[in-house]
């Protein structure tokens, strides 16, 4: 008969065990985190102004969020400073993540609280409504582009902690310019589909950009339609020399919705955007934006947006 193993080797060998699954917990919650957050290879994108060496890269489900807290000022004919308020005050207080917990009864992007009057729980956990309403309570701080970011995000907040949206301020001013097409074509995002089965499709894109941007985004005819390339359907928007957008510059006015639709492409399983000669696609999302080749249908003065059927 073989000798039994001692109680000290016994309690050697469970700790062994027990650290070995320790290791193994952590590593596993490490890779989801990873995923989730956009770690390495996960879907992400990546914002890179010229001359920049550092890309700031955030999460799908972030770029889309902070599209359309752009967009919403956009249709408010707002500036670039009241979207970097708003974009560093959502990733201080929900790190652009549409949430539905927090301090006490506060949800949403903008952490806001139905017991003060921001609205009810499903009001505040859309997108629109909630920056809609920190935009509305923004605009009544007099002169809120002049002062510190802190300070105006504090008028509108009331945080504990107000100090802390001082962090965020460069990254939200790198993600405005992206956004707000000041700086051309300088979001990409990798290749991501939507886990859920979500629907996309060219009246999904129609309905959203009039729901974030307002009904002047579109013609008249809701958006020129049409096949794509590998059978989808797509949406084209003519831009005008004249808009909502604060500057009224049409070049500028094309990358936002380019920016946008670059930020939404999971979301609204977009495979192809086209505008003034560049080009993304979702097969090929790793290179970025491509130059076009010559001849293209699209004209340099019409976003173009190719879904998924």
């Given amino acids: ?9 016994r309690r050697a060998r469970l700790w062994r065990t027990a650290a070995a699954v320790a290791v193994l917990i952590g590593l596993a919650g490490y890779l989801l985190v990873q995923y989730v957050t956009g770690g390495p290879g996960a879907p992400h994108c990546t914002v890179r102004a010229e001359g920049e060496a550092k890309p700031y890269e955030l999460s799908p489900e ?3 969020n902070a599209a359309t807290i752009s967009a919403v000022a956009s249709s408010r004919g707002l500036s670039e400073r009241a979207v970097t308020i708003a974009l560093a005050t959502a990733m201080q207080e929900s790190g652009l993540r549409n949430i539905d917990f927090g301090d006490r009864d506060s949800v949403g992007l903008f952490q806001q609280r139905p017991s003060q009057d921001w609205g009810t729980v499903k009001q505040i956990m859309d997108p629109v409504y909630s920056a809609g309403e920190f935009y509305r309570h923004l605009a009544k701080v007099p002169g809120y582009s002049r002062l510190p ?9 009331r945080s504990g902690y107000p100090q802390a949206y001082a962090k965020h301020e460069a990254n939200a001013a790198r993600l ?17 589909r939507p886990v859920d089965g979500t629907a996309g499709g060219a009246k999904a894109v129609r309905e959203r950009l009039v729901r974030e941007f307002g009904p002047e985004v579109l013609p008249r005819t809701g958006g020129a339609g049409g096949r794509g390339a590998g059978g989808g359907s797509g949406v084209t928007i003519p831009v005008q020399q004249s808009g909502p957008t604060a500057t009224g510059d049409a070049g500028r006015r094309g990358w936002e919705l380019a920016m946008w639709a670059m930020a939404h492409s999971a979301e609204l399983r977009i495979e192809q955007i086209s505008y003034a000669g560049r080009m993304w696609t979702a097969d090929d999302a790793g290179k970025g934006w491509q130059r076009k080749q010559a001849g293209s249908a699209v004209a340099a003065h019409h976003v173009r947006i190719i879904t998924a059927q």
């Fill in 176 to 192: 405005t310019g992206a956004l707000t097409g000041r700086d051309q074509d300088a979001m990409t995002c990798t290749e991501s």
């Fill in 62 to 64: 972030q770029a889309a």
């Fill in 149 to 157: 970011l802190t300070v105006a995000a504090q008028k509108v907040q």
């Fill in 1 to 9: 008969m073989s000798a039994q193993p001692s109680a000290p080797q």
